[in-house]
């Protein structure tokens, strides 16, 4: 029978296995990518949203129902209200995301539920991203490109309009993790000197030369360009805020591909309004896409609208390491990117 939870199929008390006779019922919350869609459809009995739209909680749970599996984004909000609403025939959700601050983690454990999330496969996209912010803020790549297409470029100029200095300049990392890594092997290239701070030391294989600050302020203070990479937890929800950024070296550069509730709106826009940061490249926002007006109308900011995996290849290998997730775990296995057993 699908649909219905097998207490006798659970096979081992640390994690949840699960074989279901037939095809699992897959409720597939956003429009994936067609091989993935494609994948999906020859191994589950899906629920799809094929015009894509953003359900509210009560139409999630509404598909939900009957469902033995949740493939979800980090557009839906899985908070407990939700979990207490899913079926109990549900037992894994698994998201097309590294981050999975948008899942209630204990709620989903007390429930018995698994959880898996995407990691690896979208770090060099991630990674590129906080380039593209870097450079695009850092040489006010957005007006420059304006000038361009709005024909208000009428000249050369050897002082107008001016960018910052990247090569050979300072580089905090905040969350020295797989795609802080990443952006630290870019800034190689860049003969930038590269900072640190995490909450361990990384091995010196893989901190290749970086230095390491035990501190947050220690870090700050060499961020003459400040990547956030860390994950977004009750620890670093508005880290940088007036007080960290103050530590920053006047006409620093901050860029954000991580989450947006990690910075202070208010602190970093007055940072930016009165010149202590030269400028902002964001890809992730709080409360996004309903982003602080704001950050629109500043000259310095260099914005994207949440792509830092957005690539055909990455798109299409986060669905497919979801639905690895998804098939380990109905075929009774540990899945490789399990955050909780449930
Ligand atoms: C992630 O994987 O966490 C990205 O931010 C996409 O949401």
């Excluded at 095809?23 to 994936?32: A, C, G, H, Q």
């Excluded at 899913?86 to 007390?110: E, M, Q, R």
């Excluded at 937890?233 to 007080?243: D, F, K, M, S, V």
């Amino acid at each position: 029978m699908i649909g219905a939870y097998r207490p006798d199929l659970v096979y081992s008390p640390a994690i949840i296995h699960m074989t279901i006779p037939g095809k699992p019922k897959l409720f597939v919350t956003r429009k994936l990518t067609q091989d993935v869609e494609d994948r999906i459809a020859g191994t589950y009995e899906p629920v799809f949203n094929d015009d894509d739209h953003i359900m509210s909680p009560a139409e999630l749970a509404e598909k939900a129902q009957g469902c033995d599996g949740a493939l979800v984004t980090t557009t839906e909000r899985i908070d407990a209200g939700f979990i207490e609403a899913l079926p109990d025939s549900l037992k894994i959700v698994a998201t097309f995301s590294v981050g999975y601050d948008h899942i209630d983690i204990a709620a989903a454990k007390a429930r018995g539920i698994a959880v898996t999330n995407t990691p690896d496969v979208l770090t060099d996209a991630t990674a590129d991203t906080a380039w593209l912010l870097m450079l695009g803020a850092a040489r006010g790549a957005v007006w420059g490109e304006r000038m361009v297409r709005e024909a208000t470029w009428t000249s050369w100029s050897p002082t107008h309009p001016l960018g910052h200095d990247v090569t050979g300049r300072k580089l905090a990392i905040l969350g020295m993790g797989r795609i802080g890594q990443a952006v630290a092997k870019r800034a190689r290239g860049f003969d930038m000197e590269i900072h640190y701070h995490k909450r361990s030391r990384l091995p010196a294989d893989l901190e290749q030369g970086a230095i390491y600050h035990d501190t947050l302020a220690g870090v700050l203070a060499n961020g003459e360009f400040l990547s956030i990479n860390c994950a977004s937890t009750p620890q670093t929800r508005g880290l940088i805020n007036a007080e960290t950024i103050a530590v920053l070296p006047d006409g620093a550069v901050l860029v954000n591909t991580a989450r947006g509730d990690i910075v202070d709106d208010d602190a970093l826009i007055a940072a930016i309004e009165c010149g202590k940061l030269a400028a902002a490249g964001l890809d992730v926002f709080a409360g996004e896409p309903a982003i602080d007006e704001r950050y629109r109308t500043l000259k310095n900011t260099f914005l994207l609208p949440h792509i830092g995996s957005a690539t055909l290849g990455t798109r299409s290998a986060m669905g497919m390491r979801a639905v690895d997730n998804l098939d380990a775990f109905f075929a009774g296995k540990t899945p490789g990117d399990l955050v909780t057993a449930g």
